[in-house]
């Protein structure tokens, strides 16, 4: 068994808080685009130029609440990003192998500054696709890269806070998406250009981050580059005294050279384990339904019958839950665990759902709308979702496959990760209207199904990595779990 650094020297140094920082700022391109892209879909001006069918079955006295908004092209605004997102982070992966993190960051910069700008000026509703594209690459480049900057730089007892920075930066996104589209849907008619306009402000924030952070010490050892990786290891630990972790990372970095093809080592021993947790927390994530809600939560709202402006107040407040709930998680996730918090929000998300889809079901007709109360309580359970949703399924989906992976089927094994995740991104953005105009408040059944589903998933394969070296993952934890363990027999 390899020996392991349990507790390397660090100090937090206004550099190294930096460099979380900026490199967050990934999270917070992810984030906006959440969140813009459901309050971008409802506003009547940006449905009048590029979806007037949606537009006019909206008008219509009397009209289905669940199936106004049913529309594939609109959803295909939505879904076609994380389509284009799931293709690019198979490239970044090489780029992240090849050409290292930090040139792999800012180039995610640039695309989602391009995608920006030509979503901003579209015309015509190929534009407005094709920057939807390029914002998709941007995210495929953001996602596969921020994550695993993170956990490369983080120290071990911090590494899951230092993680969970991405997803708060999404929170983060999210919310100030909700505030921009509550200020915009009024700015009439070009409302919508400045809500997607205005996510270059976050890829430009990710731009300059790129000139003050440095490489990942493991990416430029991997890369042959040892004394600047001793270099940048000093910087991002703080101290000088770095010896035995560095001795580490290039042990693990010269076992990382002797794979010649990673993508086709991910099937083979040690990578078969974080493989298959990293792709059904991906499809799991999805499954639990915040997506869905985060998309269409003001098309969600309208169709209880709230008013446009109230749709989009109710979405901001759901956005302010969605921020402070993480903070829980970067306070929790090193001293509880991994595994706790994923249970209790399986627990909290389903009585959620649950509750949702009751009153949904005896409540919410075809026409008409809620009452005030019930639409009030509706609110409420949607926030107690967020809430559980936003310390556990939405930060530890991408913090557990970053920390997983051997050295040298990271990058290759990640990007798996990250495109199973747009792939039903995708899904569910192109699926879910569709699916709330035929299953209506049944919906939140067939989410709750999937919640159960996860909980067992969690009890039965998902070990607990907390505190684990990532080096030392395969020994420390693959080697001896009870179903996992199965993959070494051979070894």
């Avoid at 937090?12 to 971008?40: K, P």
């Avoid at 198979?90 to 180039?107: E, N, Q």
């Avoid at 993680?163 to 998406?177: D, H, K, P, S």
Wanted: aromatic share 12%.
């Amino acid at each position: 068994m390899t020996t392991s650094i349990q507790a390397p020297n660090h100090k937090i140094t206004v550099y190294v808080v930096s460099c979380w920082i900026f490199a967050a700022f990934g999270g917070l391109m992810f984030g906006y685009d959440i969140g813009i892209s459901g309050g971008v879909s409802g506003m009547d001006d940006f449905l009048i130029k590029f979806f007037p069918n949606v537009y006019k079955r909206k008008l219509i006295a009397k009209e289905n609440n669940y199936c106004k908004y049913d529309d594939q092209l609109l959803q295909l605004f939505t879904s076609s990003l994380y389509l284009s997102a799931l293709v690019a982070s198979f490239f970044a992966s090489k780029a992240c192998s090849a050409l290292g993190r930090r040139p792999t960051i800012f180039m995610a910069s640039i695309f989602f500054i391009a995608g920006a700008i030509l979503s901003a000026a579209s015309e015509y509703r190929w534009m407005l696709i094709l920057g939807r594209i390029l914002f998709g690459v941007g995210v495929g480049f953001g996602n596969e890269t921020v994550p695993l900057f993170l956990t490369e730089v983080a120290p071990i007892q911090l590494r899951g806070a230092v993680n969970i920075m991405f997803q708060l930066f999404v929170t983060i996104g999210i919310f100030i998406a909700n505030l921009v589209n509550y200020g915009t849907s009024t700015m009439h008619p070009h409302g919508w250009r400045v809500s997607l306009g205005l996510a270059a402000v976050p890829a430009v924030l990710l731009l300059i981050g790129c000139f003050v952070i440095t490489d990942t010490p493991a990416s430029l050892i991997e890369r042959g580059k040892d004394e600047q990786g001793k270099a940048a290891l000093k910087k991002v630990r703080g101290v000088d005294d770095v010896e035995a972790e560095y001795k580490e990372l290039v042990a693990a970095c010269e076992q990382a050279k002797e794979i010649k093809h990673s993508f086709r080592n991910l099937m083979k021993g040690a990578s078969i384990p974080p493989l298959v947790i990293a792709v059904l927390i991906q499809i799991f994530q999805q499954f639990t339904g915040i997506n869905a809600i985060m998309f269409y939560a003001p098309v969600l709202f309208q169709t209880m019958g709230f008013k446009s402006d109230g749709a989009l107040l109710s979405s901001v407040i759901t956005g302010l839950v969605n921020v402070g709930s993480t903070f829980v998680s970067i306070f929790a996730v090193d001293k509880v665990g991994r595994k706790k918090l994923l249970l209790q929000a399986c627990c909290q998300m389903l009585i959620s759902h649950l509750a949702i889809g009751i009153i949904l079901t005896t409540s919410l007709r075809e026409t008409g709308s809620l009452n005030k109360t019930l639409a009030t309580v509706v609110v409420v359970f949607v926030c107690t979702f967020v809430m559980a949703f936003a310390w556990s399924w939405g930060p530890l989906g991408w913090l557990i496959p970053s920390e997983t992976f051997p050295m040298e089927t990271r990058t290759s094994g990640f990007a798996f990760a990250v495109s199973t995740n747009m792939l039903f991104t995708s899904v569910i953005a192109q699926a879910f209207l569709t699916m709330l105009c035929h299953m209506q408040a049944y919906i939140f059944f067939f989410f709750s199904g999937w919640i159960v589903l996860m909980g067992v998933f969690v009890v039965v394969l998902l070990p607990e990595t907390k505190g684990v070296p990532i080096e030392s993952m395969v020994d420390t934890v693959w080697k001896k779990h009870p179903v996992w363990k199965k993959c070494f027999k051979n070894e």
